[in-house]
Every structure is written in structure tokens, then in C-alpha cells.
């Protein structure tokens, strides 16, 4: 059975994975720094919160759009030309002068460049670790994405006293272009999977993705629970407010889910065998929700962050359902697929972010989180009898579920503008 120990003994993945903290560093710092920049020149806290939200409607634009871009030309070049465009995109949004609408019109193109990204390297995984080593090659990548961003936008946060925000947008630029150098010098070139004929528009691409047996199921355990789950992350600061707490309050609660994702993986992807860990995609993404529940009453501080380190333990669900997908789409289509399969999932995201604030709005947020946590709970019970009966494998153990899980490796507190 691999093991993250055999994981990383590729050499071609430890270069995607060195490129990837490269990368998520940029994402971090250029988030900061766009945000800063935004608000100096304008004094608008909204056009401020527009510079993480504005990625989303993008990036299922361009996984739709833009997902079959390069599929005939190796992964590799497919993955150093997105790094080599979002450098440049960040070094003219660091152009003095540069206009606010210009700067998030680039940072919309920006946006619809990730999901093929992602999209490519998670295809691409096999060729590098077989389709043995896939699931944990992406844990490990998600891994990486959580201990940076808990890092990392302190770290941002904390660099723009010493440097100006524009400054900062081109450190962002040189950290994608390092990840751009090491994919193109740590991994080989391969030629590309065939592709199926038929046509790569996108309305055929998603026609295909949902014809495959069994996908239908997949797609939705991937899309609806981040939509209910982010709702902890989304109201952190009226809650905070609501407990008698400030700033400080604010981010420890942004911690608790990113703290509990990391346990879970690694526990998940160190103790399940895999067979385990497909059975437990259902119970574990349920019983996520269980533990979001007891806002109901308002708990203090510490119960609260205890609460969300253990929703954030079954993250580890992710992983199961990695092996799903892959048993599922068919080799010639994984980079559509998987391209698709992310966008979904940040979209989803996106739009739970927005529609909790909207719900807390009118009612207290008391009411709100544990609200939308049973609405997952019964999204995911409802999801799971089809995927149970599509996937034999996912059969539910017959042990209780340990009540932890939660969806979500997207960034703590902000809109999660990147995945594995």
C-alpha cells in the first residue's frame, strides 16, 4: 500500500510539490497585497473584498471554456505556460498607475487560468505515482496549500510594514515564476494522453464528463458540501463580535478548520488503507457537519475553535473521493474532468460564502451556521445513497462515524482561489 513515505520518494513529485509551496506563496502574498493596494486607493471595503471574490464566476468560466486548452500538448508545458502567464499578469497589475477596474479585470483572467491548472497537474499525478499513489500525491498537495495559507497571510500581513503592496504583487510574480522553473526543470516531458473524438467544445467536455457511469454522484459529493461548509469561515467575524471577542478572536476561529484538515489528512492518509478510506467518504463528509451544529448555543471561544478543528479532521474524505474519481473518468478525459471537478468545487464555495452573509443578514448567526450545517448534513445523506449504489465500494462501514469532516481546502477566512 503507498504511503506518503513512497509518495515522496518521486523525484518529479517532490518538484511539484517544491512548485506548488512557490506558487501558493504567490497566491498568498499577491491576495494581501491586492487587497491593501485596493483599499489605499480607494477606501472601499467592498472593492477590497472584491479582490478575493471576484475569482470565482472565473474560474468555472474558464474550466468550462478554457479546460481543453493544451489537452494535445504535454502536461508539463500545459503547467509552466499558466505559472509563466500569471507571473506576467501580476507584474502588469504592478504597473504604476495601473487602474483599479484594469487590475481586477486582470485578476478575472487570472482567475480562469487556475482550474487548468489545477485541472493538468491533477491529471498528471498518475504519470508521476500511479494510479496507486494519486490520492495521497493530492493530500499532500492539499497538505501543503493549508500550512501555507495558515502561514502565510500572516506572513503577507506582516511583510507589506517592510515592503509597498506593489512591491509585494512582485514578489507574487517571481514566486510563480519559480514554480514555473522548477516544473519545467524537476519533471519530465510526456507525450499526452489521446483524446476522445467528438469534439472538445464545452458543452460536449461536460455532456461527456456526466455520461460516464457513476460520475454524476462523484461530481456532486465534490460540489455541494463546501457550499454548506464554509458558512464557520464566512461568518467568523459577526460571530466573534457576537461572543464579546475582536480581531484576535477573528483569526483563531479562521484557524480552527485549516488546523483540523491538516490532522485529519495526515491521519487519514497515514492509518486508512485505501479500501477504508472509500468506504468512509460518505460517513465522514456527514458527520463533518455534526459538530457546526452546537453554534446553536453560542459556545465560548475555545469550545468554538474546538468545534472546527473537529469538523475540519475530515477533510481525509477528500481523499477517498480522489480515488473515486479516479476509478471513474476515463484516462482520456482526466484533465477535462479534474479541471472541472475543482473549478466546481471553488465555485461552490464561492457562492456559500455569499449566501451565508446573505442569510445572516436576517437572521442571527447563531441560527445561520448551524442552519446551513443541517442542510449539508441532509445534502450529503441525500448524495450518498446515489453514490453508495454507483459505487459499490463506498458501501457505508457498518462502525458509527467518527464525528469529524469537513470540505474546504481552500484558504481560512477568504474566498479559496486555489485547490490541488
Not at 467592498?46 to 471554456?65: C, D, E, N
Not at 500511479?130 to 493530500?139: K, P, Q, T, V
Not at 445523506?381 to 481552500?410: D, E, I, K, Q
Request: glycine share 12%; charged share 10%.
Amino acid at each position: 500500500m503507498p504511503t506518503y513515505r513512497t509518495v515522496l520518494r518521486s523525484g518529479e513529485f517532490r518538484a511539484v510539490l517544491g512548485a506548488h509551496v512557490f506558487s501558493m506563496l504567490a497566491i498568498v502574498v499577491g491576495d494581501v497585497a491586492l487587497t491593501v493596494l485596493v483599499y489605499q486607493r480607494t477606501s472601499s471595503p467592498l472593492l477590497a473584498s472584491l479582490t478575493f471574490a471576484i475569482g470565482f464566476v472565473p474560474m468555472g468560466i474558464g474550466a468550462v471554456v478554457l479546460g481543453g486548452v493544451g489537452r494535445s500538448r504535454p502536461s508539463r508545458d500545459v503547467l509552466v505556460a499558466c505559472e509563466v502567464v500569471s507571473s506576467a499578469l501580476l507584474v502588469v497589475m504592478a504597473l504604476p498607475g495601473m487602474p483599479i477596474p484594469a487590475m481586477l479585470a486582470l485578476l478575472a483572467v487570472k482567475g480562469s487560468i487556475d482550474p487548468v491548472f489545477s485541472g493538468t497537474r491533477a491529471a498528471s499525478l498518475p504519470e508521476l505515482l500511479g494510479d496507486e499513489g494519486f490520492a495521497l500525491g493530492r493530500s499532500l498537495l492539499r497538505l501543503v496549500s493549508q500550512n501555507v495559507q495558515l502561514v502565510g497571510f500572516a506572513a503577507g500581513g506582516i511583510a507589506l510594514v517592510f515592503v509597498t503592496p506593489t512591491e509585494a504583487l512582485l514578489g507574487a510574480a517571481a514566486g510563480y515564476a519559480a514554480s514555473a522553473l522548477v516544473l519545467r526543470l524537476g519533471t519530465r516531458r510526456r507525450a499526452p494522453v489521446a483524446a476522445p473524438a467528438g469534439g472538445d467544445g464545452p458543452i460536449h467536455a461536460l455532456r461527456t464528463l456526466v455520461a460516464v457511469p457513476g460520475m454524476r454522484p462523484v461530481m456532486a459529493m465534490f460540489w455541494l458540501p463546501g457550499f454548506f461548509a464554509v458558512a464557520p469561515e464566512s461568518l467568523a467575524n459577526p460571530y466573534a463580535q457576537l461572543i464579546g471577542g475582536g480581531t484576535v478572536a477573528v483569526g483563531l476561529l479562521l484557524t480552527g478548520l485549516p488546523v483540523g484538515s491538516v490532522l485529519g489528512e495526515l491521519l487519514a492518509g497515514s492509518l486508512l488503507a485505501a479500501d477504508r478510506r472509500t468506504r468512509l467518504v460518505v460517513p465522514l463528509a456527514a458527520a463533518g457537519f455534526v459538530p457546526v451544529l452546537l453554534f446553536a448555543f453560542a459556545p465560548s471561544l475555545p469550545v468554538a475553535i474546538t468545534l472546527l478543528v473537529l469538523s475540519g479532521l475530515g477533510t481525509s474524505y477528500l481523499i477517498g473521493l480522489d480515488q473515486l474519481a479516479l476509478a471513474t473518468v476515463p484516462e482520456e478525459i482526466r484533465r477535462r474532468a479534474f479541471t472541472l471537478l475543482q473549478a466546481g468545487s471553488m465555485v461552490s464555495q464561492g457562492l456559500g460564502f455569499a449566501a451565508a452573509g446573505a442569510v445572516a443578514e436576517r437572521l442571527p448567526v447563531t441560527t445561520v451556521i448551524p442552519l446551513l450545517a443541517a442542510c449539508g448534513l441532509a445534502a450529503v445523506t441525500l448524495v450518498g445513497v446515489r453514490l453508495r449504489r454507483a459505487h459499490p465500494a463506498a458501501a457505508a462501514v457498518t462502525a458509527p462515524p467518527v464525528s469529524m469532516g469537513r470540505f474546504g481546502p481552500g484558504p481560512s477566512g477568504v474566498p479559496p482561489t486555489i485547490g490541488p
